[in-house]
């Protein structure tokens, strides 16, 4: 099974920024495409942004021109650049990675951002 572990979330204020790691092991020659989600307080998992194998990129509206998704095939890794951080981006953030047969999740990262 494909493996993914998270790092980088920690506390920061307003317009702040901070950069997820994601690295994922096992089958990875498997993964199409990875991406990040979050969880919010009393809110339903959203998407944040994904990325393929080929580097295609996908962002929520309401992350687009503060976030940026980039991978590492080398490293197995995908990042997370969080820039200009807001307080409603306070959530756990999730990596994925799919296969086009299923998914698989990490344990998430405790993203928080005071005003």
Known sequence: ???LVESGGGSVQAG???RLSCV???PISRIISMGWYRR????QRELVATITFSGSTNYADSVKGRFDI???NAKNTVF???NSLKPED???YYCKAYTGF???WGQGTQVTVSS
């Open 40 to 43: 919010a307080p009393e809110k």
């Open 90 to 92: 306070t959530a756990v």
């Open 24 to 26: 994922a092991s096992g």
């Open 1 to 3: 099974q494909v493996q």
């Open 102 to 104: 299923r998914e698989y």
């Open 80 to 82: 997370l650049q969080m």
């Open 16 to 18: 702040g920024s901070l």
């Open 70 to 72: 980039s991978r590492d």
